[in-house]
């Protein structure tokens, strides 16, 4: 699992699709500042 603050996963996610193609078994998870730490749990 990646995360990081705002979008930073998601704009990891992408830029690592355009250099290595699609990865199996990482999951990239946005975390805002109204979420808590028990959200990271759900994914």
Same mark, same amino acid.
């Given at each position: *699992? !990646?995360?990081g603050h705002g979008?930073?996963? #998601? @704009? !990891? /996610?992408? $830029? #690592?699709?355009? !250099? $290595? @193609? =699609?990865?199996?078994?990482? =999951?990239?998870?946005?975390?805002? =500042? /109204?979420?808590s730490t028990d *959200? #990271?749990? #759900? /994914?």
């Open positions: *699992m !990646i995360t979008e930073f996963s #998601l @704009g !990891i /996610n992408d $830029a #690592l699709e355009m !250099i $290595a @193609g =699609k990865q199996e078994g990482v =999951k990239f998870v946005p975390f805002f =500042k /109204n979420e *959200m #990271l749990n #759900l /994914n």
